[in-house]
Every structure is written in C-alpha cells, then in structure tokens.
C-alpha cells in the first residue's frame, strides 16, 4: 500500500498521547535537548525566521521522528530544528505541517503540538499563510490571531473533553507582539477544510460570521495545543485578498509569490516576538 507509511498513529488502537511521548523522546535524544521551552511551527511564507531566532543546534528529518510519516512532497521532507535564543530559552521549530486536506486524520494534524507539548514546551506559535476578508490588508501583511471559527466539522478532542476556549490566542502574547510591531492588527480566523480556495459565497458567510482570516490550518492545532495546557500564539500572513473580495482569480502560484516575497520582513517580526519570549 503506497500510504500506509510505518506511522503508529495510522493505528486506531494507538494512543495518541503516548506516540507524542516518544515523538519527545526521540526529539530530545536526537537534538541532545533534553527540554525545550516553546514550540513554532512555521506555516507558508514564514519559513526564514529560524534562522534570524537564533543558533540553531541541531536540526533533524522529521522522518526520524516518531509520527511524523513521510513528508507530503517527495525530496521535501520537513525538518524539525532546536534553537538557543540570545535570552537562552530552547525552541523547538516544526518545519513540516500536516494539513487536514490530506486526510491522513487529526490525530496527525495536531502530532507535532503534541509532541511539542511532551518536549516540556509551554509556548505554541503558530504561523501560516492565508486569505484576508479584511479590505484594509494587502498581500504580505502579517496579523495576529485574536480567535478562531473552526469549519472543519472536525477536532482533535477525543471523547469527553470539555475543554474551554476562552482567550485561546493568548491576551498576554498578543500584547507581547505588539511591543514588537504596534501596529500589528488582527482577526478572528476561519479554518475551513481545503484544499480548494473558498467561493465567493462562502467568504461572505465568514464574514457574516465575524471572520477575518480564512486558511486551511492553525485552528485544529490550537485545541490540541489548549488541550495541552500551552500558552497560543497566531500569526497569519495574508498572501492574498479571499475570493470574491480580491476580483481576479485566487492563483496558488501567486500566492506562494507574495509569501516569499514578504518572507524577509515578516521573519524579522517572528525573530522579534520569539526573542522577547
Ligand atoms: I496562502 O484564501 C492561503 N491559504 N482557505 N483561503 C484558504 N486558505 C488559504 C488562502 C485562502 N490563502
């Protein structure tokens, strides 16, 4: 069978939690760190920060890692590095995402936070590329995640867990951002299923919502994160205006553009919040 990569969680009777354990394990024996302190996972356009956030220590195949399967893309497996910040605090920086569109399941959507959370890290930032509602924001515009609407019919909870999500893109750290950018704005964001872009319709329903971010990631891997006891930090950059709100057709290409494009300016601001962590 081409998919059935030897990952325990493709197992239904694995334990999650306890594959994230020695994904941990695995982590710290491989990075010679035996705890890191937060966790970031690096979404579309945000890919250059890690090297501006500090001295990378080592830096490991996710493959090597348990759970994390192969990379989606052959010849573009995800990295997981350790870096030390001038402030000596240990990140932990995921650099292979699985999106819920490749239907792998959600406990491997959300493996990587915990994992992270089992490496003994208490901060998550999570980044990503995505569509803006907002007319004010352009391509290459960066904004925090103040709240989020979850379209996915999906979660990462198992069971009876009846987990709160009040101020689940942390108050504190959104405020910590800002002494790093003032200006930064943000938005409530929409996680829809993907992989294909919203209609039209669709992004007015978002914004009848009270959404101002539409993406295909992020969301899942809050609760996941909040499940975890982490302290959440979104960022969200807008690579481009959501459909029907930008006139001219949604080009996968283009936007892959605007984030290399904004990569440099947005690394900096990354490198920035991390560093005053
Ligand atoms: I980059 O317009 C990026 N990711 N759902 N909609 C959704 N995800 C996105 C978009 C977008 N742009």
């Known amino acids: 069978m081409p998919n ?14 306890e594959v994230a354990q ?15 302190d937060i966790a970031l996972t690096l979404g579309s356009g945000w890919g250059k920060a890690a090297e501006l956030i500090g001295q990378t220590t080592a830096e490991i195949p996710a493959t090597q890692v348990t759970g994390f399967g192969a990379a989606a893309v052959v010849g573009h497996a995800g990295t997981l590095r350790s870096i030390l910040t001038p402030r000596g605090k240990r990140v932990l920086v995921i650099g292979s995402r699985t999106h819920f569109y490749e239907g792998h399941g959600v406990r491997r959507v959300v493996h990587s936070v915990r994992a992270a959370a089992a490496t003994g890290a208490r901060i998550m930032v999570l980044t ?24 996915t019919a999906a979660t990462p909870l198992e069971g009876p867990r009846f987990i709160d999500l009040t101020d689940l893109y942390s108050t504190r750290l959104r405020d910590l951002a800002r002494t790093i ?3 930064l704005d943000e938005g409530v964001y929409c996680q829809f299923s993907g992989p294909q872009y919203e209609t039209p319709a669709e992004v007015r329903m978002a914004k009848a ?9 992020t969301a899942l891997e809050a609760i ?32 892959i553009e605007a984030g290399h494009a904004a990569e440099p300016v947005i690394s900096g601001l990354l490198a920035g919040i991390v560093g005053a962590m």
């Open 209 to 217: 919502f009270g959404g101002h971010i539409v993406g295909m990631s």
């Open 4 to 17: 059935a990569i030897d990952n325990p969680l493709n197992d239904p009777a694995a334990d999650p939690f």
């Open 22 to 36: 020695r994904a941990a394990e695995d982590i710290a024996r491989l990075t010679h760190v035996d705890q890191h």
């Open 224 to 255: 996941a994160a909040r499940e975890a006891g982490m302290e959440i930090l979104g960022l969200s950059l807008i690579t481009n205006l959501a459909a029907g709100i930008q006139t001219t057709p949604l080009s996968h290409k283009e936007v």
């Open 181 to 183: 950018q003032p200006a």
């Open 128 to 151: 990503n590329g995505a569509g803006g509602i907002k007319t004010t924001w352009g391509p290459g515009q960066p904004v925090l995640i103040s709240d989020h609407i979850n379209l």
